[in-house]
């Protein structure tokens, strides 16, 4: 497998999986081409924001009468590619998919398999037309943001954190699926990530406590295996409406990490209780963690939280928000 993404194309990729099977020779380059007619032997298919997978996507724009013009998705010419190479492609083509300037959301995974090869010496080829920035994301934009208003919610942030978390309705920008936390890490179950929220091409933090660095596991009354341990200070009692709170630590060695669900807190004795699977190799005195998944702890810029009952997303932006989509 030969893959090499162009820097203008590459740096742009956001949550985006391009799956190959070898032995696929698969090249996007940046090189500049002209639209003039084909040589021998070159065959060329066009994608654009503006096109539409009905016409051929031999031409880089629609033309006068929007009777033909280039594909409108990836797919389409990858399909275009296959028909060819079942339809008798000769050996000696040289196959390019010309990629034009915009975004290109993909609703799923656009995979390449041994049916879209090349031939030795002669590639098919995916790059960004000319000097274009096309963009390929996986994600969906999410709108409808709103200053936060509801009494109940507000009471449970810190107050300088209240005037400037906005909030919206996921159902509203047709998003359903959220994704659910699972034990995970060092050797443990291998389930799909959930969402993520990104902002100005950036992940952003999912609320969590400490901001920064780490907090220290104080003593393990029930021993490495026992399922609890104690904590330091008195933070997490503001936690006590929260509704799955998640725990991501290196609980006994500094190689191995895993993330694990809070089963309850109890804020006299200052301890947390996890279920199973509890931490990789039981908890150890001294060790680190930190607390995510806490509406309470949304105080600062860049970080989010889902309330995953009712489809409410909460999110302080770093920047204003009216310029800067978020996926």
């Known amino acids: 497998v030969k893959l090499r993404l162009s820097a203008a194309l590459r740096n742009r990729m956001s949550k985006t999986r391009l799956l190959i099977s ?33 016409w051929s996507g031999t031409l880089p724009d629609p033309n006068p009468g929007n ?23 000769s050996p000696d083509a040289n196959v390019t998919v010309f990629i034009r300037g915009g975004v290109y959301p ?15 010496n002669h590639p098919i080829t995916y790059c960004n037309y000319q000097n274009e920035t096309a963009r390929i994301i996986g994600g969906k934009e999410v709108k409808g943001w709103k200053p936060l208003k509801n009494p109940e919610i507000l009471a449970r942030m810190d107050e300088s954190a209240r005037e400037h978390v906005l909030v919206t309705d996921l159902k509203t920008s047709n998003i359903t699926e959220f994704g659910h936390f699972s034990p995970w890490g060092y050797s443990g179950v291998k389930d799909p990530s959930p969402l993520e929220l990104f902002f100005q091409d ?38 006590q409406k929260a ?21 309850s807190i109890d804020p006299d004795k200052r301890e947390i209780v996890t279920e199973e699977p509890h931490g990789i190799y039981g908890y150890t005195a001294g060790k680190r963690f930190y607390a995510l998944n806490l509406l309470e702890e949304l105080d600062q810029p860049g970080e989010w939280y889902l309330d995953r009952t009712v489809g409410l997303l909460y999110f302080w932006p770093p920047a204003p ?4 989509p978020v996926y």
């Open 67 to 89: 009777t033909d013009g280039p594909f409108a998705t990836l797919p389409r010419a990858r399909n275009a590619i296959r028909y060819l190479k079942e339809t008798g492609l």
């Open 22 to 54: 070898a032995p696929v020779w698969l090249f996007i380059l940046s090189p500049t081409f002209s639209a003039a007619a084909e040589p021998s032997g070159l065959v060329r298919f066009y994608v654009s924001p503006a096109g539409n997978d009905e």
């Open 321 to 324: 928000i009216e310029s800067n």
């Open 243 to 263: 509704g799955e709170i998640w725990l991501h630590g290196y609980w006994s060695w500094d190689w191995a990490d895993s993330y694990v669900k809070v089963k």
């Open 202 to 239: 950036q992940p952003m933090t999912l609320a969590r406590w400490p901001n920064e660095g780490w907090a220290k596991i104080a003593e393990v009354p029930g021993g490495p295996g026992g399922g609890r341990f104690t904590y330091e200070g008195d933070r997490p009692a503001r936690w």
């Open 106 to 120: 993909l609703q799923e995974t656009f995979e390449l398999t041994e049916a879209d090869s090349g031939f030795e």
